[in-house]
């Protein structure tokens, strides 16, 4: 861990045995509004809100100062330094349709059991046990 008394850098905590830094679980601490109305409400008003959040997203991008947005640009550099050619834009927009389509997931989950999430992931022969 480094001198003593010295703690990881963020985010390492976890993974250094100090254990999650809430015990109520990410749901709860991190998306309480969304966790509540995914309770108490329709899919299709939690999927509605879900997608009005990424469409203003979606217009968030134009802001250069956008952390999300940043984060593509930094995916595309690495991803440049390996040669590989990715668009920071597609990939910005892809990571907002993948959110959208794992809380689809989750609700069906939630909701109808584990049969009906299944039939919503895909896996490659090599990803699936």
């Known amino acids: 861990m480094g001198a003593a008394g010295e703690r990881p ?14 015990a109520a679980g990410p749901s709860r601490t ?18 509605a809100s879900v997608r009005a959040l990424a469409r203003l997203l979606r217009w968030a991008y134009a802001w250069r ?16 330094g390996r040669s590989i050619a990715l668009d920071p834009r597609a990939t910005y927009h892809r990571f907002l349709d993948n959110g959208c389509a794992t809380l689809a997931a989750y609700l069906d989950l939630q909701r109808r059991g584990l049969d009906a999430a299944l039939a919503r992931v895909e896996l490659s022969d090599a990803q699936a046990l």
């Open 9 to 22: 850098p963020k985010g390492t905590r976890a993974a250094a045995g100090g254990g999650p830094p809430s």
């Open 30 to 47: 991190r998306l309480p509004l969304l966790h509540g109305l995914s309770r108490v409400a329709p899919d299709w008003v939690v999927l």
């Open 65 to 80: 100062a956008n952390p999300l947005r940043q984060a593509a640009v930094d995916l595309a550099a690495v991803a440049a």
